[in-house]
């Protein structure tokens, strides 16, 4: 099982540069995340789609774009990439849920490595 | 703002030791997730509590949800160098769109 792939794995930008990383998962799952995984700073939500079509806004949005291309896919753009996007960013997916205490699994893909000089 | 806090940040110890790691908060949570990162690899989730006073086990590991579901632990029996890697917690409140991540603990077993 495939699960959540995203891609590039490695990716080195100049400032200003742009970039889509790309994510697809294969559970049918309806809701899909992009976080960023800092030192010292833990995981944090940039944007997240709790089903397709639609897309929020989570804790660090500044910098990014999202597009839920169909149910299985959802990428994230730098517009214009800035030495402060340098992260390891992560595309996650879970089933959405219809009890609210169940807690919902959420699925991670590898990691992406992105550096921006 | 819901903030999770771990404790210890790192952890190193040798194998056959047991070791607690601790994630507090001030906000009540419907559920906690315990997950595991590896070098390289996205977290997994290794268990998740929703109510308060639960406890699980999963082989070696025991975790907990406090009674007022702010505080949970993980307490592991006899380490492995195979649980070394970084176990974050996660907070869920009425809807798990917006779970708050620990920084989380990073554990080193040494054998």
């Known amino acids: 099982n495939a699960g959540v792939t995203q891609t590039p794995k490695f990716q080195v930008l100049k400032t200003g540069q742009s970039m889509t990383l790309q994510c697809a998962q294969d559970?049918?799952?309806?809701?899909m995340y992009w976080y960023r995984q800092d030192p010292g700073m833990g995981l944090r939500l940039i944007y997240y789609?709790?089903?397709?079509?639609?897309?929020d806004k989570g804790e660090v949005p500044n910098g990014y774009n999202v597009s839920r291309l169909n149910k299985r896919e959802f990428s994230l753009r730098l517009e214009s990439a800035a030495p402060s996007q340098t992260s390891v960013y992560f595309c996650a997916s879970s089933e959405l849920g219809t009890d609210s205490y169940s807690g919902n699994t959420i699925y991670f893909g590898e990691g992406s490595w992105l550096t921006v000089v | 703002t819901q903030l999770l806090e771990q404790s210890p940040q790192f952890l190193s110890i040798q194998e056959g030791e047991n070791l607690t790691v601790y994630c507090n908060s001030s906000?009540?949570?419907?559920?906690l997730q315990w997950y595991r990162q590896e070098p390289g690899e996205g977290p997994v989730l290794l268990v998740t509590v929703v109510t308060g006073g639960e406890v699980k086990k999963l082989k070696r590991l025991t975790f907990q949800f406090g009674d007022a579901r702010k505080d949970s632990s993980l307490h592991i029996t006899a380490a492995q160098p195979g649980d070394t890697g970084l176990y974050l917690c996660?907070?869920?409140?009425?809807?798990?769109?917006?779970?708050?991540f620990g920084k989380g603990t990073l554990l080193t077993v040494n054998p």
């Open positions: 906000s009540v949570f419907s559920s």
């Open positions: 559970m049918n799952h309806n809701s």
């Open positions: 789609s709790a089903s397709e079509g639609t897309t």
């Open positions: 996660a907070g869920g409140g009425g809807s798990n769109y917006k779970l708050t």
